[in-house]
């Protein structure tokens, strides 16, 4: 049995991805914004508050795992959002939201974590393909794609130091997915959060230990193959 810890939890992929994780029997921790009643009757462990544009919410949940010696074999930054704009009526506030939770978040909540993080633990990224500067072909969404693309190398980088403790990581699409960060007109092409779930699940068990500066791949998760970075 592995302790999952789950970031942006409250819905969507997060949620799913607790629920999965936990009905196969591994202890999972919840982080979330809000309290999650739902998460709890399942015997989820639920951390609410897990503001992870916060520095103290996120220092918080680091000093509860070390207070209950709490360590974790599994962490999975997956908190994010996303709005929709367009060349001439950006909102530059909303670009730097985005860039706060998508880009800097998985950062701050990765360098809290740290020394509750097992020997060869693994860390996993969920980004987006919408980050990929190889696979860019319509632009648009420029608030969204700058914070993924960002995000992208943030996982880059952590992965080259954390595979100097022995720690593997792995960045993943977890394809289009039905939740509230998907906008209306791509609704059509969505899968369900369970679906993603287990694509990104069965991704994340392959993940072997890498040699100290290995360059991580980019996986499209559902897909089983690698996107440009």
Same mark, same amino acid.
């Given at each position: 049995?592995? %302790?999952? /810890?789950?970031?942006?939890?409250?819905?969507? @992929?997060?949620?799913a991805?607790?629920?999965?994780?936990?009905?196969?029997?591994e202890t999972?921790i919840?982080a979330?914004?809000?309290?999650?009643d !739902?998460l709890?009757?399942?015997?989820? $462990?639920?951390?609410?508050g897990v503001?992870v544009?916060?520095?103290? !919410?996120v220092?918080?949940? #680091?000093?509860?795992?070390?207070?209950?010696r709490t360590?974790l074999?599994?962490?999975i930054? &997956?908190a =994010? +959002? #996303?709005e $929709?704009?367009?060349?001439?009526?950006?909102?530059?506030?909303?670009i730097?939201r985005?860039i706060?939770?998508?880009?800097?978040?998985p950062?701050?909540?990765?360098?809290?974590?740290?020394? $509750?993080?097992?020997?060869?633990?693994?860390? #996993?990224?969920?980004?987006?393909? @919408? =980050?990929?500067? =190889?696979?860019?072909?319509?632009?648009?969404?420029?608030?969204?794609? @700058?914070s993924?693309?960002?995000?992208?190398?943030?996982?880059? &980088?952590?992965?080259?130091d954390l595979?100097?403790?022995?720690?593997?990581?792995v960045? /993943?699409h977890?394809?289009?997915?039905?939740?509230?960060?998907?906008?209306?007109?791509?609704?059509?092409?969505?899968?369900?959060?369970?679906?993603?779930a287990?694509?990104? @699940?069965?991704?994340?068990?392959?993940v072997?230990?890498?040699?100290?500066?290995?360059?991580?791949?980019? *996986?499209?998760?559902?897909?089983? %193959? +690698?996107?440009? *970075?």
């Open positions: 049995m592995s %302790t999952v /810890l789950v970031t942006g939890a409250d819905r969507g @992929i997060g949620n991805l607790c629920r999965a994780y936990h009905a196969r029997g999972v919840a979330c914004l809000e309290e999650s !739902a709890r009757a399942l015997g989820i $462990r639920v951390e609410p503001d544009t916060s520095d103290d !919410a220092r918080g949940l #680091a000093e509860r795992l070390a207070n209950s360590s074999d599994l962490l930054n &997956n =994010g +959002i #996303a $929709r704009d367009a060349l001439g009526a950006l909102d530059y506030d909303a730097r985005q706060e939770v998508n880009t800097l978040g950062l701050r909540v990765t360098e809290a974590l740290l020394s $509750r993080l097992e020997p060869e633990a693994r860390v #996993a990224f969920i980004t987006s393909r @919408i =980050g990929s500067l =190889g696979d860019n072909r319509s632009g648009g969404l420029y608030g969204y794609r @700058i993924k693309c960002a995000a992208n190398m943030v996982a880059v &980088n952590l992965a080259h595979g100097k403790r022995g720690i593997a990581a960045v /993943l977890p394809g289009m997915v039905a939740t509230a960060m998907t906008f209306d007109d791509e609704r059509h092409e969505a899968r369900s959060p369970e679906d993603a287990a694509a990104l @699940i069965e991704r994340i068990d392959r072997e230990p890498t040699e100290p500066g290995a360059q991580p791949a980019f *996986w499209h998760a559902p897909e089983r %193959t +690698i996107i440009p *970075w």
